[in-house]
Structures are given as C-alpha cells and as structure tokens.
C-alpha cells in the first residue's frame, strides 16, 4: 500500500512505502535536498522579517520551474505570526501569480485567514488548485472552502478525539481532501489509520481515495 504525506517538514524514514512532497521554504537552497524527493517551494509568511521580499519572490519563482518542485508553497495569511498582514498579502499575490505561470497547484498556510484567502480565491479565480494545508477548522468553515474548489490537507489533529478537524475530515467530500504530518515527529501510517477509522472506511479504501486526490493534483516528475 502507499501512503502518501501530502505536506511534512522532514525526509520520510520509510522510503518506497510513502511518496510525500517536503516544504521548502525560501530562501533555502534546493541544492542542500536530498534527490529523489518532491518538493514544494514558497514564502513561508512566518520567515518573511529581515528578508528582501523581491529577492525572495526571484528565488520562488526559479525553483518554481524545477521538476521536482511539483507546488507553489507554503504560501499565505497568518494573522497570530508574522509581518504586517498587507505584506503578507502582496507576497501571497506573487506566489499565486507564480503557481498560475508555471501551472502549478499551491500550498495554502492559514491562520485565522480562511476568510481573505477565500476573497483571493474569488478575485483571482485561479486555473490552478488551492490547498489549505493543516485544516483544522470547523466543518462550517470546510463546507465553505470546499464548496468554493479548495482541497483541505489534514494532519496530526484529527488524532485529537473531539478536535473540529476530525468532524471536518468525516464530513468533506472524499474527493477534496488529502493528509499530512506537517511539523511534528507523528507518523503518515498513524494518521492514514486513524482517517480511516474516522471516515468508517478501510485502510485500502482511503488510500485508493487518497492517492486518486492527489493524483489529480500533482504531477510528478
């Protein structure tokens, strides 16, 4: 069986079982990576003080043209952490503008900004598919997202009983969502295991309907 790590931190321990895509966040140089790994690369709103952002947006936008770099990201709002949000904004623009150019699906970071990235998504009425990385809201706020064309990437949350991100993972369409570890040190099979018991489904199933979501979204090299 694969799993798949749609969005994580750090190098997978058990290679050929998880095809997962590592985040690399700008200005880090894609020559310190490991080869063989998809990436994504972008402007993490959180690493964005100190830096020249036109050199940062230089750097996304010659990776983004990488074979391996199959999304734009983690790109997006963060209102707790960060910058002034106006800069954050005009980032998040470029970074769409890039993952339009070179048709590639992009990796959304949202912290109590699931409101203006829906407003983004609205004026720019992207051709490319928007992933909101680490959804752990309500299921109010999936079904807006969802219904609007997102995808929603789960992690480590859902293993929490009674978090909202496990009654949004029950509830989504299973063709809008995927899973991840993101930061933490939990594993991909672990979270597969628990998605699969929170669904009622089995561990084929929700691979198969894993793997056809991201299938849909990425193209590998």
């Not at 020249?52 to 963060?78: M, S, Y």
């Not at 999936?142 to 978090?163: K, N, V, W």
Request: one cysteine or more; hydrophobic letters at 40%; charged letters at 20%.
């Amino acid at each position: 069986m694969k799993y798949i790590d749609f969005h994580t931190h750090t190098y997978p321990d058990e290679a050929g079982e998880i095809t997962a895509i590592l985040s690399c966040v700008a200005p880090e140089p894609l020559t310190n990576i490991r080869n063989g790994i998809l990436l994504s690369y972008g402007i993490h709103p959180w690493y964005i003080e100190g830096l020249d952002p036109e050199k940062l947006i230089a750097q996304v936008k010659e990776a983004a043209h990488f074979n391996r770099v199959v999304a734009i990201g983690e790109a997006g709002l963060d209102k707790v952490k960060g910058p002034p949000i106006d800069v954050q904004k005009r980032l998040f623009s470029q970074q769409i503008e890039i993952s339009e150019l070179v048709k590639k699906p992009l990796i959304i970071h949202s912290v109590k900004a699931n409101n203006e990235v829906l407003l983004f998504h609205k004026n720019f009425s992207p051709r490319q598919p928007w992933i909101i990385h680490g959804f752990s809201g309500h299921p109010r706020e999936m079904e807006q997202l969802s219904g609007a064309g997102f995808y929603l990437s789960f992690g480590p949350r859902i293993l929490y009983p009674g978090h909202n991100a496990a009654e949004s993972l029950k509830q989504i369409p299973a063709g809008r969502f995927l899973l991840e570890t993101d930061h933490t040190n939990k594993s991909i099979l672990r979270i597969y295991e628990k998605a699969a018991e929170i669904r009622g489904i089995s561990l084929n199933e929700l691979a198969e309907i894993v793997e056809n979501n991201f299938n849909a979204l990425i193209s590998t090299p």
